[in-house]
């Protein structure tokens, strides 16, 4: 992270309060309405773009990733809120945080950065822009299903703004990713980003593969039976991540007011077990040599083992897109478009050695992984629920791998009370409160998303 810090105090300060408290209801400020704060208008393009990317990074890796990892099971609450939240006990307030955040912090200052880049014929940066902001409304999207896009972002002109259906969400994220390459292939413009890109230093080539994985998830959650979406699905993954080097991910820093989020959680609350997660117990049984790299066995106490160090330490990454989820999708589609299982089981343990790759696995540990895992099922319908599954293990914390297991039922999870697990977020309670005219009524189980199905 500090290698954006020094753009600008204004920076410093947004970046602060980005890392700065990961168990507090609001973990920004509204900088972008502060009457105090700069014009959007003399902020530089280059000190917005490190805020958005650090403010996505800790979004998602923040109350998003608990969230969805209580819900799958990849976590398990031991004690106190996550306890409850283990056992779907969540309130509409939960979700105050996680949607404040959202919009304020990601959204409306990606707008303004978007806004200004194209006021300044900044292709590099509105190219950027709206790749995040793509990426964001999927997640958003994803999440919770209907959520305000087009009508928001009007400040006091319109303080309840209406919600774009799920599924016309889906359409603005395809029109800004198509406006995103076309910027990005035009020319830089006057400003280009460097080093306050945290995500990729700049580089137009990999946003642009960014862009195309985002597309291939949106066909991939549309894929069900669908032979089309599978085969569209795989040009886009052609035409995204090549390597793990091409990954999309925040890396933070190494100061406590820098600091991953899950690191900061664990810091300060520590009421979530790692090694006690079905998905733990599971892969400790099957000797999968990724556990000791998800968790921690030198911490241990009465909330179990700690957290791993590839995602737990102060400075670990924050995923979004990576290589080898593209690769699972691929293995997946490949079957979905009628292509053979032999094709597909390939492409499937090219997956797994890119993931445990991406980890620091050893070489021989993932051959002995590999050999005993990586033969796919003669049917389709099977041989498709073990990608999944293996693609679970991989998309570890990724609020992704939520929706994996929504569009495939892989791994089969049991409810950890009731009959049914959670297949959305709730909306807040502030919505219900200042926005009562716009919000359909939620549940955790209902309106499903749109390829919820």
């Not at 980005?18 to 105090?36: Q, R």
């Not at 009508?151 to 994220?173: E, M, R, V």
Request: charged letters at 15%.
């Amino acid at each position: 992270m500090n290698r954006f810090i020094k753009n600008s105090i204004t920076c410093i300060v947004l970046i602060s309060m980005v890392a700065g408290s990961s168990c507090k209801k609001t973990f920004f400020t509204k900088a972008n309405i502060d009457p105090n704060a700069p014009e959007p208008s003399s902020i530089v393009p280059s000190v917005l773009l490190s805020t958005v990317e650090g403010s996505l990074g800790y979004t998602q890796g923040g109350d998003f990733s608990r969230y969805t990892s209580l819900i799958t099971q990849q976590t398990k609450g031991i004690s106190r809120q996550a306890e409850g939240y283990y056992q779907y006990t969540f309130t509409s307030v939960d979700f105050d945080s996680p949607w404040g955040n959202f919009y304020t912090s990601v959204l409306e200052n990606n707008k303004i950065l978007m806004q200004l880049a194209d006021s300044k014929g900044d292709n590099a940066y509105g190219g950027i822009s709206r790749i995040l902001m793509a990426y964001s409304i999927q997640l958003g999207v994803d999440c919770w299903g209907s959520i305000p896009y087009s009508d928001a972002f009007k400040g006091s002109t319109n303080l309840q703004p209406k919600y774009d259906t799920d599924k016309a969400l889906y359409d603005t994220i395809n029109n800004l990713l198509n406006t995103a390459v076309t910027q990005l292939g035009a020319g830089k413009g006057p400003d280009a980003p460097g080093s306050e890109d945290v995500i990729f230093g700049g580089s137009t080539t990999k946003w642009i593969k960014f862009a195309h994985a985002i597309k291939a998830r949106l066909l991939m959650h549309q894929s069900k039976g669908n032979a089309a979406m599978a085969t569209s699905a795989l040009s886009e993954i052609g035409l995204s991540f090549s390597s793990n080097s091409d990954n999309a991910v925040y890396m933070f820093g190494s100061t406590e007011t820098s600091a991953n989020p899950w690191y900061q959680f664990n810091e300060q609350r520590a009421d979530i077990g790692f090694d006690v997660s079905p998905l733990g117990v599971k892969m400790l049984a099957d000797g999968d040599p990724r556990f000791d790299i998800y968790t921690d066995t030198s911490y241990n106490d009465v909330n179990g083992v700690g957290m791993g160090p590839y995602y737990g330490n102060i400075n670990s990454p924050v995923e979004f897109i990576t290589y080898d989820e593209m690769l699972f999708a691929k293995a997946e589609a490949t079957i979905t478009s009628g292509g053979t299982i032999a094709a597909a089981q390939t492409i499937y343990q090219a997956a797994i050695t890119a993931n445990m790759q991406k980890l620091g696995v050893a070489a021989a540990d993932i051959a002995t992984y590999i050999t005993a895992n990586g033969t796919l099922p003669a049917t389709a319908t099977a041989a498709i629920a073990q990608i999944a599954a293996e693609e679970y293990v991989a998309l570890y914390l990724n609020p992704e791998a939520f929706t994996a297991w929504r569009r495939t039922a892989s791994p089969a999870l049991t409810p950890v009370t009731g009959t049914n697990i959670p297949r959305r977020f709730l909306y807040p309670q502030t919505e219900y409160s200042y926005n009562k005219a716009n919000v359909a009524a939620s549940t955790l189980f209902a309106p499903k998303v749109f390829w919820d199905n």
